[in-house]
């Protein structure tokens, strides 16, 4: 080719530096801020997993509990935001959580005091402190705008936030109306810490782009948002368990891994990843969590039962071993989910209820040493061509 070398989907480019979270690929072993992901799910609360993404370090008790109280204050959302989730209420939530971001951030004073700072070059202690703020706001916002959108789509009254729960309770508390199951709870909980932060993925690297140019923060994560719904990326865990419901039955696993193999044939969701060639970590703590559930409430539509077939048969597979294919996350975390009567359009809407931490800590870090991204691209089309008047062609 007359380009050089093009790295087709960014493939092991490096964009910067990053002490956020780190993915050893060929281990199957992911970090946060240093943590095994293992121990941070085994011991960890998602307020204290969110802490030490975005301020580097475990909080001590103290530092915990405020940081949760400032996160309880900022869970309600202004009333033009909360209009445009319901005249949204029939269209998939990804698109109004991608639309209800933005507005928020149109509302809140700060990130627009943030963003005329920036804009004239100002990022000193005290934009910094506004800065986490923003960021905190968004985190603690996220789940009300799912789960707003998700009452509003059922044709029923929103539920307000209550102080006296915990984030995953909480967003529970806000979908349902009663007091969280506690094996739910520790589910959604499970599922925020495992997926709080994944180094730059499609969303991630998206926020970066827009937080370059000095936009601002809530349109960042809204960019963000848009681009994990995209079934490549955030999307996979609800074309996952519609997968399973389709098929039905463990007994079909042989036949669609068969077809999955096949040049242009379906690809199967939830399985390979850009930078796992190992089984994702993620993946094994979620499988764990999903049998326990099924465990205790039964797997009546045999969801678990059909992923547990088909990934028996991906592991034995030459295509798939061939090609260092393993389930990611998103294959099982629908599962438990579903059982849990959270409607599937809601499984990637709860992707970002957790992933927002994770973007906005990337965000924060990049503006410690901004620069706006600009690459090229190989232009390969004729020059100089003659205009010719619309008459004459
Ligand atoms: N089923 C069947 N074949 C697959 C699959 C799959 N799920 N994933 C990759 N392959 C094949 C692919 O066809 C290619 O084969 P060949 O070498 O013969 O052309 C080979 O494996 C390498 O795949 P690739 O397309 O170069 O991989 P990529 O790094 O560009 O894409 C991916 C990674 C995750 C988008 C892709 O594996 C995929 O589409 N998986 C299904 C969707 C999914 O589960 N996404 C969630 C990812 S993890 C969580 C998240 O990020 O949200």
């Known amino acids: 080719s007359p380009c050089g070398p093009i790295i087709h ?14 993915i050893d690929g060929e281990k199957g072993i992911l970090w946060y801020r240093g943590y095994r992901i293992e121990d941070l799910a085994r011991h960890s609360t998602y307020e204290e997993v969110a802490y030490l993404i975005l301020y580097g370090k475990l909080p001590n008790k103290k530092e915990l509990e405020d940081f949760t109280n400032r996160l309880k204050t900022y869970r309600d959302l202004n009333s033009a935001t909360i209009e445009i989730i319901k005249n949204l209420s029939k269209a ?7 639309s209800a971001v933005a507005a928020e951030g149109a509302f809140d004073e700060d990130n ?7 804009k004239v070059g100002r990022y000193k202690a005290e934009e910094k402190e506004l800065a986490y703020r923003v960021a905190e706001k968004l985190i603690a916002k996220m789940p009300t705008i799912v789960a707003y959108h998700y009452r509003f789509s059922r044709g029923l009254d929103i539920i307000r936030p209550r102080r006296d729960l915990s984030h995953a309770a909480n967003f529970l508390y806000m979908m349902f109306g009663k007091d969280p199951d506690p094996l739910a709870t520790k589910g959604i909980e499970l599922y925020l810490i495992l997926h709080a932060d994944h180094e730059v993925p499609a969303s991630t690297f998206t926020a970066h782009v827009v937080a370059s140019t000095l936009s601002d923060m809530y349109s960042a994560v809204a960019a963000a948002v848009a681009a994990l719904k995209g079934p490549l990326h955030g999307g996979a865990n609800e074309m ?17 891994v068969e077809a999955a193999t096949k040049p242009g044939g379906p690809k199967l969701m939830g399985v390979g990843h850009r930078v796992y060639k190992a089984y994702d970590p993620r993946a094994k703590i979620f499988k764990e969590f999903s049998r326990e559930y099924v465990t205790k409430f039964g797997d009546p539509k045999k969801i678990f039962a059909v992923a547990s077939a088909i990934e028996q048969e991906i592991l034995n597979h030459p295509y798939f071993q061939q090609r260092r294919l393993f389930p990611n996350v998103d294959f099982w975390s629908g599962i438990a989910f579903y ?8 499984f990637t809407p709860i992707f970002a209820v957790s992933r927002v931490v994770g973007w906005v800590a990337h965000i924060l870090e ?9 690459p090229r691209a190989c232009y390969v089309g004729p020059h100089d061509l003659q205009y010719i008047p619309i008459e004459q062609r």
């Open 9 to 22: 989907g960014l493939e092991d480019v490096l964009i910067k530096s990053t002490s956020i979270s780190d």
């Open 92 to 98: 998939h939530p990804m698109f109004a959580i991608e």
């Open 112 to 118: 627009l005091k943030l963003a005329e700072a920036l």
């Open 240 to 256: 996952a368990v519609r997968g399973y419901l389709e098929i039905g039955d463990p007994s079909k696993a042989k036949e669609v």
């Open 339 to 346: 059982y849990m009567g959270i409607p599937y359009e809601y």
């Open 366 to 374: 990049y503006w410690e040493n901004n620069r706006i991204f600009r």
